[in-house]
C-alpha cells in the first residue's frame, strides 16, 4: 500500500505529541531534483537503543502495539527511491526525522492532501507549530504562536480562522507548483 506523505506527516506528528512534545517544526523543500520533508520536536527524545529500533517495524512505544510501521515505511519509501532517511535524537533535545526523495521518481509516494492533514493537527494539537514550504523561487510560513498572538482571544480552532488557514496554505502549494497537494 503506497501513503501519501501527508499521512507520514501525521504519523510523525503523532510520535511528538506522544514524546509530550510542546513545538513540531515541519519543513517540506524542493531543491534541485530532490524533495525534503523534515520534522524535528521537543519531545522527550531517544536514547541510542531507541533510535537504533525507531525504524524497525517490529519495535514500538505505542501501548498495546507490537509493531511500529511509520518510520519503517518512510525509510523504506527513501531507500527503494535512492533518497536517503535520518533520524537524530537525544533524550531531553527531542528528535528530528529527515527524508530526501528524487521529485520526479515515479514511485515518489503523492503529497497528499497536506491542508486537510495539516490544519485539524494543527487545530486539535496540544502543540505549538511552525510549518515552512519553500523551493528557490518562494518560501511560505506559518507559525501558530504567532497567530494566536495575532488573534488574541480568537482561537485557531476557530472556523473561519480554519478556513483563511487553509485557503492560504493551499495557495502556498499552487505557488509552489505543488499540484498534487489537493
Known amino acids: 500500500m503506497v501513503e501519501d506523505l501527508a499521512f507520514h506527516l501525521a504519523d510523525l506528528v503523532e510520535n511528538a505529541i506522544r514524546a509530550n512534545a510542546s513545538f513540531v517544526e515541519i519543513e517540506l523543500r524542493r531543491e534541485g531534483p530532490d524533495f525534503f520533508l523534515r520534522l524535528r520536536d521537543d519531545g522527550v527524545g531517544m536514547d541510542e537503543e531507541a533510535r537504533r529500533r525507531a525504524a524497525d ?10 509493531i511500529g510501521l511509520g518510520l519503517a515505511l518512510l525509510r523504506q519509501t527513501a531507500e527503494e527511491l535512492g533518497g536517503e532517511f535520518r533520524l537524530n535524537s537525544q533524550p531531553g533535545w527531542g528528535t528530528e526525522v529527515e527524508v530526501r526523495l528524487p521529485w520526479a521518481h515515479p514511485d515518489r509516494p503523492p503529497l497528499g492532501d497536506l491542508p486537510g492533514t495539516l490544519i485539524p493537527l494543527i487545530a486539535t494539537s496540544p502543540v505549538e507549530f511552525r ?6 523561487r518562494t518560501a511560505w510560513t506559518l507559525d501558530t504562536r504567532e497567530m494566536k498572538q495575532a488573534l488574541g ?16 496554505m493551499r495557495k502556498a502549494l499552487a505557488d509552489l507548483g505543488w499540484k498534487e497537494a489537493g
Open 131 to 136: 510549518l515552512v514550504f519553500r523551493d528557490d
Open 57 to 66: 517495524p517490529f519495535f514500538t512505544t505505542k501501548p498495546g502495539r507490537r
Open 153 to 168: 482571544e480568537v482561537p485557531l480552532s476557530h472556523p473561519e480562522v480554519l478556513s483563511f488557514l487553509e485557503g492560504e
